[in-house]
């Protein structure tokens, strides 16, 4: 999927490219596609909210899916190979880094790995801790230190995050559950910063995704399960990638 800030020139050039590259879909129905491709139910309701996000617009992930199942219900037929990454000066943030194809979360430990700090990531930009936007640091003092947050996981676990930028537009993220103290913030923590102790990159500069580090990960054996069987989506970036060193 690709990704977009919710602004009215975002989605015009948008809207421009997808009639360049649809040209026997009427217009109004692009429209219609493209806010239910953002999940809203009609476009009316996607524009009262861009109306009311236009000081901070979020980015959102596209659905391609949802977009051509929409033409579809219009009457034209369906394209299983429409992809929105594919259209050109669309002003469209990539999410899917070119080399992650053979990247898959197969095992309960990277699945648990991958929903932790999907689930982090989504905290931290609920929270407005930065934006994914490259160098968009919100933190006090992120031009000097990193910042601690605590949060409870969807099953209701207790978690602490921490949150670092360490250049070239991408963060560090750690994160802990039952976590004991400030030692989230080591880099190599293990169990002394909790049951549990993940840690990964996310990419700011040539899209929006993060890099899949699955190795850096300690579980307790009991909570393993609990954390592989969560249900989380990213919040406008991917969730693999390959690692940058």
Request: glycine content about 6%.
């Amino acid at each position: 999927m690709a990704a977009i800030a919710l602004t009215e020139p975002s989605l015009a050039a948008l809207k421009k490219a997808l009639r360049k590259d649809l040209p026997d879909v009427r217009s109004s129905h692009i429209t219609e596609a493209l806010a239910v491709a953002l999940r809203r139910r009609t476009h009316a309701c996607l524009r009262v909210e861009l109306a009311r996000l236009q000081c901070d617009p979020p980015i959102e992930l596209l659905d391609d899916g949802l977009f051509d199942r929409r033409l579809q219900d219009f009457g034209y037929p369906p394209d299983p190979e429409f992809s929105f990454e594919m259209l050109e000066d669309a002003g469209i943030i990539p999410t899917q880094d070119p080399r992650c194809w053979d990247i898959e979360y197969k095992s309960d430990r990277e699945k648990a790995w991958r929903n932790l700090m999907v689930c982090t990531i989504n905290q931290a930009l609920e929270r407005k801790l930065f934006s994914l936007r490259p160098n968009d640091n919100r933190w006090p003092n992120a031009d000097k230190e990193g910042h601690l947050f605590d949060f409870t996981l969807p099953n209701g676990l207790p978690a602490r995050g921490y949150v670092q930028d360490i250049g070239y537009a991408e963060l560090s993220i750690h994160v802990a559950v039952n976590p004991k103290g400030d030692m989230v913030q080591a880099f190599n923590a293990g169990f002394e910063a909790g049951d549990v102790f993940a840690r990964g990159w996310l990419e700011r500069d040539r899209g929006a995704w993060l890099q899949s580090e699955t190795t850096a990960f300690n579980c307790r054996k009991a909570l393993l399960n609990k954390l592989a069987s969560m249900a989380v989506n990213p919040h406008g970036y991917g969730d693999r990638g390959q690692v940058i060193m």
